[in-house]
Structure formats: C-alpha cells, structure tokens
C-alpha cells in the first residue's frame, strides 16, 4: 500500500512565522505535489515536483516555496505566515508512466495562522 | 491551466437509488481519468480509474466519452455510506514530461434513508 504522510495532522502558526510543511512518499514516486483546500474552492496546486531538485508553480504559488532535495521528501514552505493561509494543506504523489497514474493523498494538515 | 467542471450538487436520494454524476474538460491533450471520493474533513481517496471502453467496480461504474469531452460515474443501489464528495480528476501533459492533474470542484451526494 503506498504510505504518503504529513508530519502534522494540526498546526497553529502566528502571523510572519515561517513555517514548514513536510511530506514523504515510500513509493518511489517520481511526482509530488502540495494543495490546499478551501471550502468552495476545492483543491488549488500551489506547487509540484516531477524529480528530485525539480519544482514548477501551480495555480497559487505566491507566498510558498518547495524544497526536494531527496526523491521521497516534499516540503512547502510559509515565508512569512499570513492569516489568508489559514486552510486544509494536502500533499500527494505519484508515478509519472505517460500520466496514467493516479495520486495518492497524505491524511492532510489543517493549519491555522492567527 | 484548463478547467474541469462538475455540477456541485448536492444530490439527496434514496438509499437503493442510482445516481449518476458527469465531469466535463476542456483540455483535449488529457491523458487519464480518475474518480476520487472526500468524505469530509478527510483526503481524497481513489474510487476508480476511467478507462474508454467503461469500466465497473461493483455497485460503479466509470465512462469516458473522449468525443464529447465528459466522464460519468454511476453509482447504484445507493448505500447511506456512499455520502460524500466525489471528485473527477483529468491528468495532461506539463512541462518536463511530466503530467498535471485537475481536480474539479467536487459533486456532493448526501444519501437518506
């Protein structure tokens, strides 16, 4: 079974903290990505990685940043905390075969930023 | 990036009903086809790959129409455990050769008893 996990369920964060989200993969996937989920807008790509040291922006890359320096490891990265990134922060990967692969998801992080 | 639609719903039926959602894309370079399922406050688990030719898994079934751009899912003899969000997911080609995939919104399916 492929094991995607994040290394808090829950987060509580203060305004232009840096903080740090990471993820790992035990599948050898070649892609990762991180989303975040806000109700009515569903799932948003902030930002993904096809191979290690590789990272491409999403939909919503401003304020984060990524770090892959190993094939299983994808961390996101707050700058500077702001209260807007209050949200539901999932990370998946997967297999890249020709885009016939699905994702799997990690359990999520709910973060809060007061 | 190129849209995928769902109607939000949500869908109220039934138990024992059949209900069926459709996905619409607007990318015709997408690769693949998934159905996922979000229960709430939990993450998207995969329900079910969507192959051309229609593909069942018990009481679902998964179609894709290539022409018309626009996938299906069909649940029957609905079970009050089938409430939840079901997502469609279409994989196309990005940069790298590697491949995106967009979600939509999600459809609802609340169903009672």
């Known amino acids: 079974d492929v094991k995607v996990t994040q290394s808090s369920r829950y987060l509580v964060k203060r305004t232009g903290e840096k903080v740090f989200l990471e993820c790992v993969q035990d599948?050898?996937?070649?892609?990762m990505f991180w989303y975040r989920q806000d109700p009515g807008l569903g799932l948003r790509l902030i930002y993904f990685?096809?191979?290690?040291?590789?990272?491409e922006k999403g939909d919503i890359p401003e304020g984060y940043s990524v770090s892959r320096e190993k094939k299983e490891r994808f961390s996101l990265i707050l700058e500077s905390a702001s209260t807007n990134q209050t949200s539901m922060y999932l990370c998946?990967?997967?297999?890249?075969?020709?885009?016939?692969?699905?994702?799997?998801f990690g359990d999520g992080t709910r973060l809060s930023i007061l | 990036r190129k849209e995928v639609e769902q109607d939000p719903g949500p869908f109220n039926v039934p138990e024992g009903a059949t209900v069926a959602f459709n996905c619409t894309y607007s990318?015709?370079?997408?690769?693949?086809f998934f159905w996922y399922r979000q229960d709430c406050r939990k993450e998207p688990k995969l329900l079910m790959s969507?192959?051309?030719s229609g593909n069942e898994d018990g009481r679902f079934t998964a179609q894709l129409n290539r022409a018309s751009q626009y996938i299906s899912l069909l649940i029957r003899d609905s079970k009050l455990s089938d409430s939840a969000t079901y997502l469609c997911?279409?994989?196309?080609?990005?940069?790298?050769?590697?491949?995106?995939?967009?979600f939509g919104r999600g459809t609802s399916l609340i169903v009672h008893p």
């Open positions: 998946a990967s997967s297999f890249t075969d020709r885009g016939n692969q699905p994702q799997h």
């Open positions: 599948m050898d996937h070649e892609n």
């Open positions: 990685s096809y191979d290690v040291k590789m990272k």
């Open positions: 990318n015709s370079a997408s690769q693949s």
């Open positions: 969507v192959y051309s």
């Open positions: 997911v279409v994989n196309a080609p990005a940069s790298g050769g590697s491949y995106i995939p967009t």
